[in-house]
Every structure is written in C-alpha cells, then in structure tokens.
C-alpha cells in the first residue's frame, strides 16, 4: 500500500490521470495515500465513468480513514459480482435510462403470436404417459429454488420457504420441497431398477435469507437430505441509480456507501455458472436443471409430467404454465417475431401483452378465446432447462440475462427520479439470448394442480380472483 502523498502523486502519473482528480474529485486526490493500487485502479475506473460525486463529502486524510477504504472495498465486492464489472452495468444503465426516458418499447418490430406447447389434462392416458416419463427421468435432474425473499408483504417478518405449505401439520414450504424431491428421488431410482444418484438441491438466497435459510436447514436436519445434497449460493446486491445518467446514489445514512437493492432473481443464472455447479452436475451425468419459486405448493404435482414432455420433446427450454384469463396480472408465453426474420418464445408481462397485440394488428388487445381463456400460457416462472444446451449457452453470455429499468418518474418531463433506481432482470428472460435453433416450448396444467404460490395480502387476492 502507497504510504505517502508523494507517492499516491506517483501512482497516478503511471495511470495517466495526474490531473483528473485535482479538478473533478479534490477530495479523493487528497486520501489516495490510504489506497492499495487495486483500489486506485477502481478509483479511475469511477471517475473515467463520471462517478466523481462519489467523493464530494469526503473528509480530509486522517478523519475516517478505516470509512474510506470500507468505501473501496464494497466498490470492489460491487464489480466482482456483476459480468463485466461496473463499468458494465454504468453503461448499461444509461442505454435503458436513455430508453425510458424516450418511451422506448422495448418489443418494437416484433409480432406476437401463439407459440407451441403442450397443454395436459390431469388423469388422462397422455398425462399419465408423460408423468411416467418424468418420474423417470428425475434421476438426471437437479432443482434450483429461488429463494432470496422476505415475506414482509404478507405480513410476515420471516424467510417465505419457513412459511407453513399447509395448515393441519404446519410443514414449511422448505421442508415440502425436500420431501417431495427425495419421493422423486426414492421412486425415479425404483424405475432405473437401483441404478440411480442423490438429486442435487441448490438455493439461491439473498443477504436477507442466506443465514435464515441455513439455520432452518440445520436445526431440521436438512428435512432428511443429506447435506451434501444441498448448496446455498448467495447473491448480491446491485448499485442504486440516482439520475439518467446513470451517477451511483449514495447511501442516505453513510456518506463512505453506495446504495445497493436486489437485482432480481435473473441472477441464478450467472451464480449456477460461476459457482461451478453446472460443470458438476454436468460431469456426473445430469441432463436437466430445474427452477421453482418459493411458495409454490402444488409445483410438485406438476413437475413429472413436465419433465416428461421435456424429455419426449426435447426441449431445451420448458417453461411451466397454466390457464390464463385476458388481462389477469401474470404474463403470457409468447412468440415474438421480428420483423427481421429473428423470432423468440419468452413471458411477456401482462401490462405489456396488451398493448403489444393493439399495436400489431389486434384491435381487441389480450382477450380470452372460445376456451374461456387468453390464448397466451400463463407464465408460473417454473423452468426446464436440458442441462448441456444451457451451459453452451451460460458460456457465451457468463450467465448474464437482459435487464430493464423501471424508474419512477418526478414528473412528465424523466428529468429526476422520485427515488434510486436500479437495473433489474428476471430468471424466465433467459431464453431472450438463445438462437432461433433453439426449442422452446412450455407445458400448460391444470391452475388447481399446480399453481397457488403465497403471493398476495387478502385485499389483492380477492382482487385476483374476481378475475376468475
């Protein structure tokens, strides 16, 4: 570490920016005595990107230094979690701010239209195919749960996965997943006649449920799997956005911090691939991965046969789906294609589904066909990945999945926002990267066998079913 003002002086003359400091960020230029060269290679990247308010409040040397270099640190942390660092996502903070501000509609040129997919009717010979398939096929698979919230928008101040899945027991939704993945486990293993392995178990959780969720699993003794089944991974948070051009916002209580917020639970992702666990479950011979939510009780009911139609079909990408009414609040699996030839099936979320459709040749908009129902799947956020497509995939993109930003506005003039902003991405945006060669399709149930997640307070949920 640089121990003198000289020799900070020195530093910067070898990184060609002896005079930016002086004139755009005094105070910094005055403490880079207390920085290791790391951490003024990020104090250059800051100010080459126009971070220099960052440093405006700061002290002279010798008043908070320990501040400070706690500063850098999170700077560091911050750049080492998101593909391509900071500069990365400064940059492409302020294409989607640019964006916003200009009302830009992220889907022009494309046309919707109806994808491909297979629809099931519980109890009839095809389900019961497909379910055999599935079960059989869950020998191969590993299961990803997203589980980075809190439960405070329903009242409740815990992890979501230690809420009780149902009422005469009070078992949690955590222990229902591990139970019901060791029954697909014991029973795909009976099928392959004792030819079979532990099915891996990864969960994503958050600086707000990582702890939580690893003493619910210790104190319940993993529920009854074994713990080396089970890995956490933990993500981090993203930077805070004050303005259109993208300028970190600072903590409100720390002027040494930058405001931080989750980015989204599209960051399982880029976690599955750098952890390693991809290549892992890839070597040992698994062929699918597949992603649930938190508090989706009846998902379980739904997966083997699922997985079957994965598996016949093969599938690179399944998203699980159920009946949707025109309009209701979730989005719809749809193919968009471009007017350049490029086409993709993702989830388009229902405030943007229908005027999407009024703006492309549908005067109705989102309305429900002959069947009593919206022609458009809705999206549940449950995916089938076949494993080795989606790690040829994570390799070109490090597992980073296309962002939007959602800024709340001051006023009509998106000169200032009402609070940070942050970019934002979603875990069923994945397929928005993927080739036209790739098969896309999603599997429609049943919403009474595998659909009730704890989503809602009382008021929006009679709300919600109105619309049914």
Request: hydrophobic letters at 35%; proline letters at 5%.
């Amino acid at each position: 570490m640089a121990s003198t003002v000289d020799s900070a002086a020195e530093q910067l003359s070898k990184l060609g920016i002896d005079g930016a400091f002086a004139d755009s960020a005094p105070n910094l230029k005055k403490n880079l005595h207390l920085l290791s060269s790391e951490q003024v290679e990020l104090a250059k990247m800051l100010m080459e990107m126009g971070q220099s308010h960052l440093f405006e409040k700061w002290a002279a040397p010798g008043v908070d230094d320990n501040e400070k270099r706690a500063f850098f640190d999170q700077v560091a942390k911050l750049n080492s979690s998101y593909p391509g660092g900071l500069k990365s996502y400064i940059k492409t903070a302020r294409e989607l701010l640019a964006d916003s501000k200009a009302g830009k509609n992220p889907f022009d040129g494309f046309t919707p239209s109806v994808p491909t997919g297979e629809v099931l009717k519980f109890g009839d010979d095809t389900f019961i195919n497909y379910e055999q398939a599935g079960v059989k096929e869950a020998k191969n698979a590993a299961f990803v749960l997203v589980a980075g919230g809190l439960g405070e928008r329903l009242g409740y101040n815990g992890i979501k996965v230690a809420l009780p899945a149902e009422t005469t027991t009070g078992t949690c939704f955590l222990q229902n997943y591990i139970e019901c993945i060791l029954a697909l486990q014991e029973s795909s293993c009976r099928l392959a006649e004792g030819k079979c392995q532990e099915i891996p178990f990864a969960i994503m959780t958050s600086d707000d449920t990582h702890s939580r969720t690893q003493e619910l699993l210790e104190s319940n003794s993993y529920f009854g799997m074994k713990p080396t089944q089970v890995k956490l991974l933990k993500q981090e948070k993203v930077a805070c956005l004050d303005d259109n051009d993208a300028r970190l916002a600072m903590d409100p209580k720390n002027k040494y911090r930058i405001q931080t917020k989750p980015h989204g639970h599209g960051d399982v992702h880029a976690l599955l691939y750098s952890s390693g666990l991809l290549k892992e479950w890839h070597d040992a011979g698994l062929k699918w991965v597949l992603f649930f939510q938190d508090t989706n009780g009846l998902l379980f009911k739904a997966i083997p046969a699922s997985l079957g139609v994965s598996a016949t079909k093969q599938y690179h990408v399944n998203s699980l789906a159920v009946p949707r009414k025109a309009k209701e609040a979730i989005g719809g699996i749809t193919r968009l294609t471009h007017a350049d030839g490029r086409s993709m099936v993702i989830n388009v979320e229902y405030n943007q589904l229908d005027p999407l459709l009024r703006a492309t040749g549908f005067p109705d908009g989102d309305v429900n066909c002959e069947t009593g129902y919206s022609p458009f799947p809705g999206n549940i956020n449950q995916l089938i990945l076949e494993l080795g497509p989606y790690m040829e995939e994570l390799k070109k993109t490090g597992g980073a999945i296309k962002e939007f930003v959602n800024p709340k506005y001051k006023d009509a003039s998106k000169t200032s926002f009402k609070s940070s902003t942050r970019l934002e991405c979603m875990m069923q945006d994945y397929p928005k990267t993927l080739p036209p060669s790739a098969k896309v399709g999603f599997t429609v149930m049943d919403t009474w066998l595998a659909y009730a997640p704890v989503k809602n307070n009382p008021e929006d949920a009679a709300k919600v079913n109105s619309l049914r």
